[in-house]
């Protein structure tokens, strides 16, 4: 974690209501609730004790401190305190105003995430970094030398960015503005990129939210994975309680099958070690990642195959030709005891997938599907 790190996680360290970020010699603290704000006199002098920081400064300016009747509250708390805090991680630099930084400045929460990002991309790969803040993804893709397009509504934090790029020499595209109708604008460009990151803020604060955000993450992903290339990889975060792993893959299940798009999880992440889930506070567990991979079905050449194939009985008219993904010996096997074939699936009822085996006949006089068999 180097010297940029979550120190205290409110109850999940139990400390309800209390949160400190380390960026150095400084600490950035934000105080929650009623409870951590009654105990200020307390919990504050024997923080500054114990970790003897340069200084610390307080970023308690959350709506939730309004629900409880506090005012919200900002500023130099003990010491000397930078305007510009410099977070470093992992040999990248990023200049934030505290002022106007978002939540305590940097989402360390990241960070895992963000390593894991930068080990999959590649040399001359297309990224586009969506809700990007100050570009922490960004810059890493950067780095290995792909081209990049950060989006954020935040223009302080897109400025963030391009001064933490020109000392390492590296170009960024960005664009200010709401995320939707950028992405809407991009998809007519028909340029599609291989990593597509979708990580917005914290859009469900309530269980009666949920519906609402779940149509607007289905609108964002429509868009993104239009512009998904083939075998690209979707990041899709979410840093609400209430929004969890389950809904996440609904929201893609929904967006895929509205483009005709098939997806792969690849893996899902949570929070690093320093962002404690405690087991009796289940809203600690708070930061989930379902990173997706283009799975598209090749294209049959098949001149022979019927252009009304054998479907399931149960299955929706969509489906997809082409060869389901289960080996290169297995499509090989086929071909051989068949002579041609085709694979064919359809989204059955309950989501489950239904594969058929449609038997081509090779005489050029016939252009029906011949035999099929359903396989289980």
């Keep these: 974690m180097g010297a940029f790190y979550r120190l205290i996680h409110a109850e999940a360290d139990g400390l309800p209501g209390l949160v400190v970020d380390r960026f150095g010699e400084v600490l ?24 003897k920081p340069a200084g610390v400064y307080e970023r308690s300016d959350m709506e939730a401190r309004s629900a409880e009747g506090l005012d919200k509250r900002t500023g ?30 940097f989402y360390l929460d990241q960070r895992e995430n963000r390593r894991l990002f930068e080990n999959m991309v590649k040399p001359g790969d297309r990224v586009l970094d969506v809700f990007s803040y100050v570009g922490a993804f960004s810059l890493r893709a950067a780095r290995k030398g792909a081209s990049v397009l950060a989006v954020d509504k935040d223009l302080a934090a897109l400025a963030v960015l391009e001064r933490a790029s020109r000392p390492l020499g590296l170009d960024i595209d960005v664009r200010g503005g709401e995320a939707l109708p950028i992405l809407e604008e991009l998809t007519s460009r028909k340029k599609p990129f291989n990593h597509i990151l979708l990580d917005p803020p914290a859009l469900a604060k309530r269980q009666d939210e949920l519906p609402w955000v779940k149509r607007h993450l289905v609108d964002l992903l429509r868009p993104s994975l239009s512009l998904l290339e083939k075998q690209g990889w979707l990041w899709l975060s979410s840093c609400s309680y209430h929004l969890g792993v389950d809904q996440l893959l609904e929201v893609a299940r929904r967006a895929a099958a509205d483009q005709g798009r098939r997806l792969r999880v690849h893996t899902i992440t949570y929070q690093p070690p320093d962002h404690p889930w405690s087991l009796h506070v289940p809203e600690s ?3 989930k990642t379902v990173v997706f991979q283009e799975d598209s079905l090749p294209i049959s050449s098949n001149r022979h195959l019927s252009s009304n194939p054998v479907r399931h009985p149960h299955s929706q008219p969509r489906l997809f030709r082409g060869c389901f993904p289960v080996g290169q010996k297995l499509f090989d096997r086929i071909r051989q005891r068949g002579g041609d074939a ?32 359903h396989v289980q």
Excluded at 28 to 51: C, H, Y
């Design 28 to 51: 950035v603290v934000q105080v929650r609730n009623r409870g951590a704000e009654e105990m200020r006199g307390l919990w504050l002098p024997a923080l500054i004790e114990i970790t």
């Design 76 to 105: 130099v708390l003990h010491g000397a305190v930078p305007e510009v805090l410099k977070v470093e991680e992992d040999g990248l630099v990023f200049p934030v105003p505290l002022a106007l930084a978002q939540k305590t400045g």
């Design 285 to 287: 567990l708070y930061l």
């Design 342 to 373: 085709v694979l064919v699936f359809g989204i059955g009822q309950l989501g489950a997938f239904n594969l058929v085996v449609a038997k081509s006949n090779l005489d050029q006089n016939r252009g029906d599907a011949g035999v099929a068999q």
